[in-house]
């Protein structure tokens, strides 16, 4: 396959939904892995009634046994490209793992409920991905129920999110009154009960605007408004520019309905044409290794562990980033120098895992792991030692105290407290003068996967104390702290490397440390606020 390299990578299509829990992420992915031929019915992610499950479903279920909280991968071919939706929880899930994902894909689709507009999780994650300066496009979903004013949706995305938004299509009303979508991009409007699947899209006249043939439509007050919000649209909007789509800097918008099947078909025909193939990956040393690079390369984004339920495996989700991967295949671990035979991999698709056949840059692939990785580790073969960038560590907002229930059993409560952390779901930090166990997470759910997993694996029953909802900041400059710096409304802890910070209690006591301490530098490292 090696020959067809480019060609291979070229169909390559990875992206994430992120979203607003709620705002109808698992009822849209429903609905492409549907046109993507996964699913054959609607409600099978959903509707567990109908005993079917799909996809990111063995998560739910995973999620009942209290012991999984990370992402799926799903996998399916349309239209010639081969599709990867890297799923990122929400919920309780969300967790730093749902951040990293982001940093594994090439663009983001934003999911947005037209009634509620922005939402604070979907500018959470929007900040992660607009840092990456990937391709953001835009879905303003449930346009069958009564929303905000399209143009306040356009308009809220400047101004909450500094993207510009250029919608592709615009709502022929909402609501009960809901007709069609006017579709600038495809000139033609798409009806949204049509009489019959032929008669579901009217072409437009490309110099007139006019309906070619005839148009139900035309009488309608609510079409002569669409007919004028697009004529505000051509005078007053953005126009399209594909080079800041790439760049993050402008979002193509799309109305429409998940829920019933509207408006997504013509989103997912116009994402495949404009979402971009895998590009390069940046090295610490500045290099960009190519996608069509015959050596093979990639990065581990997450490990998860027990996703079989029959046996207690962790597996590291590597981000392939050039050549081919192939079962068996000997890589050197950039961390350690290591050479590993990857001999237990696996891919993501239906509901069973499958053997990964021929993954290149844009695929995922699963490693079995026996404890050689860790989050962020390069993996690659050739002679040439290649080490990605550092994935950012996430800012944990949740905090809690840890301690073993039984003092007795100091080594197992050691030894799964540092694996564990080492698989970057949690963060541990270590207070200044006593050396006690703090836990960060960007996510509450995490603490009890924790705590069940010290239970189940290492043995070790755990006191967990929440001292709650905190602020960090890292410290620059320690030296210019004095002995009263600390207390518990900024409690002094240290991080893995030894490094400074405060956990602040609030807002107001950041800054009546600020105010206090003028000289003394915070920062936030990688802030999710
Ligand atoms: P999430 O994954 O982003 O959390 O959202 P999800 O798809 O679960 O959707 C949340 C709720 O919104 C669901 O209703 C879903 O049916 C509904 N929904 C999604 N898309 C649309 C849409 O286009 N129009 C309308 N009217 N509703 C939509 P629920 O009642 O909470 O769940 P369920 O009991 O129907 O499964």
Redesign the pocket.
């Known amino acids: 396959m090696t020959d067809n390299l480019a060609q291979e990578v070229a169909k390559r299509r990875t992206f994430a939904i992120i ?1 607003h ?7 849209i992915t429903e609905q492409l892995l549907l046109f993507g031929g996964v699913i054959r019915q609607a409600g099978t992610v ?1 509707g567990k009634k109908s005993g079917h499950f799909a996809k990111s479903d063995w998560m739910e279920i995973e999620k009942k046994r209290g012991i999984s909280v990370t992402s799926s991968v799903m996998q399916f071919d349309y239209q010639g490209k081969r599709i990867n939706i890297l799923d990122t929880p ?1 919920h309780e899930d969300f967790s730093e793992d749902t951040y990293r994902t982001l940093m594994a894909v090439d663009a983001a689709v934003m999911v947005i409920d037209s009634a509620k507009g922005i939402e604070p999780q979907t500018k959470k994650l929007f900040k992660v991905v607009k840092k990456r300066g990937i391709p953001i496009f835009t879905f303003m ?2 346009l ?2 009564d929303g905000r004013e399209p143009l306040d949706l356009i308009a809220e995305l400047e101004d909450l999110l500094n993207i510009e938004g250029y919608p592709m299509n615009w709502p022929i009303g909402m609501g009960k009154g809901l007709k069609g979508l006017y579709d600038r991009e495809n000139n033609r409007i798409e009806l949204y009960r049509p009489q019959d699947d032929a008669h579901r899209f009217l072409p437009l006249d490309q110099t007139t605007g006019e309906v070619i043939g005839t148009n139900p439509l035309q009488d309608e007050s609510i079409y002569q408004q669409t007919l004028e919000d697009i004529d505000l649209l051509k005078e007053a909007g953005n126009q399209f520019d594909l080079t800041k789509v790439m760049h993050g800097e402008q979002t193509p918008v799309y109305f429409g ?4 099947n509207f408006g997504v078909e013509t989103f997912l025909n116009s994402f495949v044409k404009y979402a971009p193939a895998p590009s390069a990956y940046e090295t610490q040393d500045g290099e960009e290794i190519s996608p069509t690079d015959p050596n093979f390369s990639g990065f581990v984004f997450k490990i998860q562990a027990n996703m079989n339920p029959a046996h207690r495996d962790r597996i590291a989700f590597v981000r392939v980033c050039s050549g081919e991967f192939t079962k068996g295949m000997d890589v050197t671990l950039q961390r350690t120098g290591k050479k590993l035979r990857l001999n237990n991999s696996t891919e993501f698709m239906a509901d069973a895992r499958e053997q990964v056949t021929d993954a290149v840059a844009g695929d995922i692939v699963g490693l079995y792991d026996t404890g050689n990785f860790q989050i962020g580790d390069t993996i690659y073969t050739g002679k040439k030692v290649i080490a990605f960038k550092k994935l950012p560590q996430f800012t944990p907002e949740l905090f809690m105290k840890v301690t073993p229930k039984n003092v007795m059993k100091q080594k197992s409560f050691h030894k799964g407290m540092q694996q564990l952390v080492q698989e970057g779901a949690i963060q541990l930090y270590r207070t200044m003068n006593t050396d006690e166990y703090i836990l960060g997470a960007v996510g509450q759910l995490q603490f009890e996967v924790f705590q069940f997993r010290m239970q189940h694996e290492y043995n070790s029953e755990v006191e967990m104390t929440p001292i709650g909802s905190r602020t960090a900041r890292w410290i620059d400059n320690p030296d210019k702290l004095d002995e009263h710096a600390s207390s518990s409304r900024n409690l002094l802890v240290k991080d893995v490397n030894g490094d400074p910070l405060f956990l602040f209690e609030n807002d107001f006591a950041l800054r009546w440390f600020n105010d206090k301490y003028p000289d003394v530098h915070l920062t936030a490292r990688f802030q999710s606020e």
């Open positions: 979203s829990p709620d705002a109808g992420k698992t009822t959903k929400g979903n449930k069958d129920r309905s998940a829920l019933t």
